[in-house]
């Protein structure tokens, strides 16, 4: 099984700054993409940027040029630095992995969505 770990959300006043941070660990044999989502009360659950094993970037419209993904392979996390927020960032983040996990006869298994337990990201004037 895989786990992942996200953390860094908070209180912030607009135009502060967050970096939400996400660890996976386990029985790893490997992670492709990692992405950023969030679900504001009220609403679907949305992608907010997800970046590649290869490091390919995708963000939302609605935060291009305010946040930046990024990921440390060899280490298997995940930052957002979040820039300029605004109230409508407010949501609980979630970290998400698509990896496959060694399987119990030690071969790797299909690959996964895997779900950290989410961070409350709360912007306030």
């Known amino acids: 099984q895989v786990q992942l770990v996200d953390s860094g959300g908070g209180l912030v006043q607009p135009g502060g700054s967050l970096r939400l941070s996400c660890a996976a660990s386990?029985?790893?044999?490997?992670?492709?993409?990692m992405a950023w989502y969030r679900q504001a009360p009220g609403k679907e659950r949305e992608l907010v940027a997800l970046?590649?094993?290869?490091?390919?970037?995708n963000y939302a419209e609605s935060v291009k040029g305010r946040f930046t993904i990024s990921r440390i392979n060899a280490k298997n996390t995940m930052y957002m630095q979040m820039n300029s927020l605004k109230s409508l960032d407010t949501a609980v983040y979630y970290c998400?992995?698509?990896?496959?996990?060694?399987?119990?006869?030690?071969?790797?298994?299909?690959?996964?969505?895997?779900w950290g337990q989410g961070t409350q990201v709360t912007v306030f004037s």
């Open positions: 998400n992995a698509q990896a496959r996990a060694v399987g119990t006869n030690g071969f790797p298994a299909d690959t996964h969505d895997y």
């Open positions: 970046v590649t094993s290869g490091g390919i970037t």
């Open positions: 386990g029985r790893i044999f490997s992670v492709s993409s």
